[in-house]
């Protein structure tokens, strides 16, 4: 096996090869199967860097954030470049934490392949599952690493059977390990039947004869593979069923068309940490995942019509923005090129944003580090700087024709934190670089509450938010308050007051006030009903006003104006000063004076008089409640309900499908703070859930005199 560094190109892929030789892809896992130790294997490997990167020791060449060092995860997806055995390999190592899967989504779209890691002792865990899933919708083929061999308790054939009961694809299993646990040294390949060893880890792997006392253990899993590709294949089905067996050229041809059909899941093993199995596995990505060439051409979008563009330098130029990031240096932008050329000094056209940009410099990515290429062809990974306004999912495209690919879907956030300067002088320096986080990162949302005044940040989970927040402390210095946002209560009446005068008079020298109201206040239907429909699902006030004066005892013009103070009355609630809704007011009687009345006068008693009838008529809280619904494995709806339980969640149904149950209930959105890690703790991380507001319920206890929130800390 070659471990010698390859040569590395100087500009493009095309200088070292065609675009056969390109790879495009990523690595994908739960949190802790080992996907940034298999990177930074392969870059070594490789020739890339020339010192192993380790996680634990905060030297990794792709977890360069402080961030990700400090706590050991990969947070943001990052981009590497390495060759090998004559083929040119970008490679993307993505997040394992459910809190980041919308860079694992992003990534995905631009993606040809994927290696899916596996850890040998917990075999399939929840966000493989979850990554696996997006895959599938974005039809990436991928092949399998059952990594941490060395581990105890770690077994093969356990990890495949996961794979193939939670994931379903057919798994085709190609090496049988030598040694178990401390003991593993090597694996013995099924293709062509030799033993892989690796002595000190460090060196490259030697070649021999199959040991004696694996050999007839080897032969039957050989078998067993043929048959079963033969099963899924009618190419090698027919040369099996001629000779009742399959030549090596013949099944790994299959493998290499199972694999980019999905039909078939190849499964390699080893230890990255110790370095045995990567050898292996660079040749499977050579040999089985496809390339540029291999993939259909991508479909976007002119003039209402369909076109296709295929992956050729001759095409016109398209690509497709998936990340953005702002450095001390400038804007990088990360594109993936489909189809066509782009030269240094390009005029290029951001179709989403009819703005034509130009690309100053193109630069050949290594996580943090960059080299400067005049030209990128389609294939191509790259990031650019000279765009200003290009964010991911934007095309960038030739100006004289233009393309609208599909951007990467975004997912709605589901955890929201407020957030402030703890210094006034500060607050233009925060509002600017929220604005750039969410320029960088699609999936966080940034929004001022109409009603509080709160700068409210929303993501994906708990930890993205901390990690957004700590982003703009430690890159801008910036000492940041972080809370929840305040709810948005309201306030309503539970009983009717009838007949309430109020006379308003005023006589403070020349012209006088005066105005003789008589109101009764009541209870909606609607609220008193089932507490639900205080106010619409945009907290829009219910309210009815009408007249019943007879004998033009109050003028037309009068009667306007009363309901205009009625509805000034609804700003402030006199339990905490919240907005009131779900009541009807009734002017019933009144009284003018010839001179002194008029249209101020009556609209300043129609407001006086609404809030004394308030006070009179027993005014309760309501708080804003949203309907959840839960999709959660069977085995834990009985944890699920529990909780909704103590976060006084009214469950209204409850139906399983496949092994799954979608619970729906009706919560109050204060009982929703933490909700999403809560839930993911509950069912393992399997468990997800979505909302959707839908009005106002009374809220429990006793009626506060301010609304509750938690302080900004």
């Not at 290696?115 to 966000?127: K, L, M, N, Y």
């Not at 930890?463 to 210095?477: F, M």
């Not at 104006?561 to 009355?569: F, H, L, M, N, S």
């Not at 009734?586 to 009345?597: E, I």
């Amino acid at each position: 096996m070659r471990t010698e560094p390859q040569p590395r190109p100087t500009n493009t892929q095309a200088t070292t090869g065609t675009l056969s030789t390109v790879r495009n892809l990523g690595i994908l896992a739960h949190v802790d199967a080992g996907k940034t130790t298999v990177t930074e294997r392969i870059l070594y490997l490789t020739g890339a860097t020339h010192k192993r990167g380790e996680v634990h020791h905060g030297t990794t060449v792709t977890d360069f954030d402080p961030q990700e060092r400090d706590r050991g995860i990969t947070i943001f997806a990052a981009a590497v470049s390495c060759d090998w055995d004559g083929h040119r390999i970008n490679l993307i190592d993505t997040p394992g934490h459910v809190d980041f899967s919308d860079e694992v989504e992003r990534s995905l779209r631009v993606l040809d392949g994927a290696v899916a890691v596996f850890d040998a002792v917990a075999g399939v865990e929840p966000q493989s599952e979850s990554v696996w899933r997006k895959a599938d919708r974005h039809g990436v083929p991928r092949i399998a690493f059952v990594n941490k061999l060395d581990r105890a308790g770690a077994d093969l054939d356990t990890a495949v059977d996961s794979i193939r009961r939670r994931l379903h694809p057919a798994p085709l299993v190609v090496q049988l390990p030598i040694g178990r646990e401390d003991g593993f040294t090597g694996v013995v390949d099924l293709l062509r039947m030799r033993a892989l060893t690796w002595t000190d880890g460090h060196g490259e792997a030697v070649e021999g004869p199959v040991p004696a006392e694996l050999q007839e253990e080897a032969r039957q899993r050989r078998r067993l593979l043929e048959e079963t590709v033969a099963e899924l294949h009618p190419g090698a089905l027919e040369e099996f069923c001629e000779h009742s067996a399959l030549s090596a050229p013949t099944l790994a041809a299959a493998l290499r068309e199972l694999t980019r059909t999905g039909e078939g899941l190849v499964v390699l093993c080893g230890s990255a940490y110790r370095n045995r199995g990567i050898e292996p596995l660079l040749a499977a990505v050579v040999a089985y995942l496809p390339s540029p060439l291999d993939v259909p051409p991508v479909r976007g979008t002119h003039g209402g019509g369909e076109q296709r563009r295929a992956a050729d330098p001759a095409e016109p130029f398209a690509a497709l923005v998936f990340k953005v990031n702002s450095t001390a240096t400038g804007r990088l932008t990360y594109l993936r090129v489909y189809s066509g050329t782009i030269d240094k000094g390009a005029a290029v056209l951001d179709v989403g944003a009819r703005r034509t940009e130009r690309i100053s410099r193109i630069l050949r990515v290594q996580a943090d580090r960059h080299a400067e290429v005049e030209r990128a062809v389609a294939g191509d990974i790259v990031a650019v700087i000279g765009p200003k306004a290009a964010r991911a999912g934007a095309t960038l495209c030739l100006p004289a024709a233009p393309l609208l690919l599909e951007p990467p879907s975004v997912a709605d956030p589901v955890v929201s934190v407020a957030v402030e300067a703890r210094r006034s002088t500060d607050t233009d320096r925060l509002t600017a670089a929220l604005a750039r986080l969410v320029e960088e990162d699609p999936s966080l949302v940034l929004r001022t509450d109409p009603e509080t005044g709160q700068t409210v940040l929303s993501g994906m989970g708990e930890l993205h938010l901390e990690v957004a927040v700590e982003k703009i402390r430690r890159a801008q210095g910036l000492a940041v308050g972080v809370g929840r946002p305040k709810v948005s209560y309201r306030e309503t009446v539970t009983r009717a007051v009838s007949g309430l005068l109020y006379r308003h008079v005023k006589q403070d020298g020349g012209a006088g006030q005066f105005a003789h109201v008589v109101l009764d206040v009541d209870p909606l239907a609607a609220i008193t009903a089932d507490g639900t429909e205080g106010a619409g699902a945009d907290g829009g006030t219910l309210f009815e006003f009408r007249s019943a004066v007879v004998g033009g005892r109050v003028p037309q013009e009068y009667v306007r104006a009363v309901e205009a103070g009625c509805r000034d009355a609804l700003a402030e609630g006199p339990l905490g000063g919240h907005p009131v809704t779900g009541l009807r007011v009734t002017l019933t009687d009144g009284a003018t004076h010839p001179k002194d009345s008029s249209e101020m006068a009556f609209r300043t008693a129609g407001r006086l008089a609404l809030r004394e009838a308030l006070r009179a008529a027993a005014a309760a809280l309501l708080e804003p409640v949203v309907e959840l619904t839960a999709t959660v494995p069977e085995d834990a709806v009985g944890g699920v309900l529990g909780d909704l339980a103590a976060r006084r969640g009214r469950v209204s149904g409850s139906t399983t499908r496949g092994g799954t149950a979608v619970i729906t209930a009706t919560v109050p959105l204060a009982e929703l703070f933490g909700y999403a890690t809560r839930l993911r703790g509950r069912t393992q991380g399997r468990g997800t859930f979505t909302t959707r507001p839908t009005g106002y319920a009374p809220a429990p206890g006793p009626q506060p005199g301010a609304a509750p929130g938690t302080p900004v800390r």
